[in-house]
């Protein structure tokens, strides 16, 4: 008897003993819970009740919450907005271009403004300065410088002064002085201090008149000396 009941008592360590790492394995695999169970042994009966665990439950670890998982498969899901390329394709746009013609200044002659004859007299008195004879006037001439003052206010407009005045081939020399002006004096002193302006006030000639129509005067200068043509 005492033998047998050695042997049942090796049986129940060893049932116990081996119940052991069985529950290790789980633990270490898998996350449980339960209630308390107890081995329930009898020597009398020589049996062993296998220990009862009322409420089991194994979670996998495919189950198992774990955070930083959760929060890299988040990351993961997360798809970021695609950002396409905008194409700006340029347009050729039709422009009218509409050309202006350049814009020619006109004059227009009216009532004189400038005195024809205090023109002359100051040209008389800067010849009697220098020593020179003065100006006589002549009706042809004068005649002619009226002329002119219409005819200038076309030709500075379109860049020809004297043009009237050479154009007519006279068969005699005749030179001109012009310009626009609204003061004798200034128009006087404007010619002295021009070469080519006073080379005809301080000529050899023995006429000379002036016109005025608005602001723009005429003085043409002649000795009514003939052209002589070149014999070959």
């Avoid at 670890?61 to 396409?84: A, C, F, H, L, Y």
């Avoid at 422009?95 to 200044?105: E, H, L, N, S």
């Avoid at 609204?182 to 080519?196: C, F």
Wanted: glycine share 6%; with cysteine; charged share 15%.
């Amino acid at each position: 008897m005492q033998a047998g009941k050695r042997i049942a008592a090796i049986v129940f360590f060893l049932i116990a003993a081996s119940a052991k790492p069985a529950f290790a394995q789980i633990s270490m695999g898998n996350v449980f819970s339960s209630n308390n169970s107890s081995f329930t042994c009898s020597y009398k009966a020589l049996s062993c009740l296998t220990p009862q665990i009322p409420s089991l439950q194994i979670i996998s670890d495919k189950q198992r919450v774990n955070p930083t998982e959760t929060i890299t498969q988040k990351i993961g899901q997360i798809t970021r907005p695609s950002i396409g390329t905008i194409e700006i394709q340029a347009q050729r746009v039709p422009i009218d271009v509409i050309q202006t013609p350049t814009p020619v200044q006109t004059f227009v002659a009216g009532p004189s403004t400038v005195n024809p004859d205090a023109i002359f007299e100051l040209i008389n008195s800067h010849r009697k300065s220098i020593g020179l004879p003065l100006f006589e006037k002549d009706d042809k001439v004068c005649a002619l410088a009226a002329i002119r003052t219409t005819e200038i206010t076309a030709e500075l407009g379109k860049g020809t002064l004297h043009s009237g005045l050479y154009n007519r081939n006279l068969p005699y020399w005749i030179f001109e002085n012009a310009k626009a002006g609204t003061d004798e004096k200034d128009t006087v002193n404007w010619w002295l201090h021009s070469p080519i302006h006073r080379a005809s006030i301080d000529g050899d000639y023995k006429y000379s008149c002036v016109a005025c129509s608005g602001s723009y005067c005429s003085q043409l200068f002649t000795s009514f000396s003939p052209k002589i043509a070149a014999n070959f």
